[in-house]
Each structure stands twice: as C-alpha cells, then as structure tokens.
C-alpha cells in the first residue's frame, strides 16, 4: 500500500540555520503530496502541497519539489526562526482518494 | 470562522468503559475525517463521513469502533470496551463540498485508557 517515510527527529537547529527534513513515498499513481505543521497545542495546517511531478510548493519561506524520479518531496527552509519549531509532517493523497496518508512526523527545534 | 472544534481535548478512561469524542466540523463543512496517531506513529485514517453517510471506513477495526455523522449535531466517534491500546490522540478534520478539497484539522483528543 501507499506509505510514507519521512526523516526521524528530533531536530535541533539554531536560528538563521538551513533546514532540510527529508520525505520519500511510496505510492501506485500519481499522488499528490503535502506537508502539514503541528505548533504546540494546536491541530495540523496545511504548510504546502504540490500535485504533480516538478510542481513546487511554497509557504511562509518553505519549499518542497515533488520529484517523480526519487519519489521524493523534501522540506527547505534557508532560514529558520524560533517561530519554526513545531512538528513537520509528510502525506499523500493518492489520486481519486480523500484519504491522507502521513509519515510520522519530525520535531524541530529552533534555538535563539 | 471557528476552525474544527474537538472535545474534549483529554479524556481518561478506564478499561472497559466507553469512550465518545466529539467533532464540529468548520461552517459549511460537510465532509469529516478522523484519524488516529499512535505514540510513535504518523496519524492513520480511520473514517471519512458526509452527512449521515459512511463513505469510507476501511480504516476503522473492525471491533468496537463506531462512528458517526447526523444531520445536526457533531461527529462522533464511538469506542466501546476501551482497552490501553486504544490511548492515542484523535485527529478529526472537516472540508467542504466537492471532491478533493483541502481538510482542515482540529487540535486533537488525546484518548488515555488506564
């Protein structure tokens, strides 16, 4: 069945530093792929989303690039804040589902 | 507009007794979710309801576990004869009509079974 594998955490970076949180999937279509964010306390926001391959989603200074050859779909930040940390998570959607699929989640940290 | 309200936000239960977890939906919202995160684990679907629907449930055990979407009032998702395998938290995320539109998540019951 579909999955998705997402970089373990926690992850610990000072302010300013480059953010990279790995994703890959495994999928039998064309899925279309998000990243959602879980701040403290709150539920999960839609932080990105692309739908087809080369597509590049962007939000709030994060990128991700869905690429169909690795089956990949990597987080970026080239700055983070404080305000960044909270946990990232990766999902699917396979194409004509409504469900969503999630990795397991990356806790990140951001030190002053 | 209030986002997707869950309650409550933490319940305990002991074992065998029965949990109801509650979720209204955004306004205008006719299409709910749930899914359930493991310690551990990623969230993993259980339910997508429409109004007085079941469409999916594929993700639901097959035991103990009911859900439900009326006419008026919140969903709710039912578990019977909880056990401590049941403790998790319980995400619930609503959209609007029309197939494929973006989900929105409520904050979450964390479910402790003692």
């Known amino acids: 069945g579909d999955s998705v594998t997402q970089m373990e955490g926690p992850v610990t970076l000072s302010e300013e530093a480059f953010l990279t949180i790995n994703c890959t999937y495994t999928?039998?279509?064309?899925?279309?792929l998000f990243w959602y964010v879980q701040y403290p306390g709150e539920g999960l926001q839609l932080l990105l989303k692309?739908?087809?391959?080369?597509d590049k989603g962007s939000n709030k200074g994060f990128e991700a690039t869905y690429r169909k050859e690795t089956t990949s779909f990597h987080l970026e930040k080239g700055s983070v804040q404080v305000s960044d940390s909270a946990v990232y998570f990766c999902a699917l959607r396979e194409t004509g589902s409504e469900k969503l699929v999630f990795g397991k989640g990356t806790k990140l940290t951001v030190n002053p | 507009n209030a986002g997707v309200m869950q309650n409550p936000r933490h319940l305990v239960r002991r074992r065998g007794q029965e949990a109801r977890l509650r979720c209204s939906p955004m306004?205008?919202?006719?299409?709910v979710y749930w899914y359930r995160q493991l310690p551990e684990e990623g969230l993993k679907f259980m339910v997508y309801?429409?109004?007085?629907?079941?469409?999916?449930e594929s993700g639901m055990p097959k035991e103990r576990f009911s859900a439900e979407f009326p006419k008026e009032g919140p969903s709710i998702l039912r578990i019977q004869q909880v056990v401590r395998g049941d403790s998790a938290a319980y995400f619930c995320?609503?959209?609007?009509?029309?197939?494929?539109?973006?989900?929105?998540f409520g904050q979450g019951t964390r479910l402790t079974v003692v």
């Open positions: 995320a609503s959209s609007p009509p029309g197939q494929f539109t973006e989900a929105f």
């Open positions: 999928a039998t279509g064309y899925p279309s």
């Open positions: 692309a739908t087809k391959a080369d």
């Open positions: 309801l429409q109004k007085e629907n079941i469409i999916d």
């Open positions: 306004k205008g919202h006719s299409h």
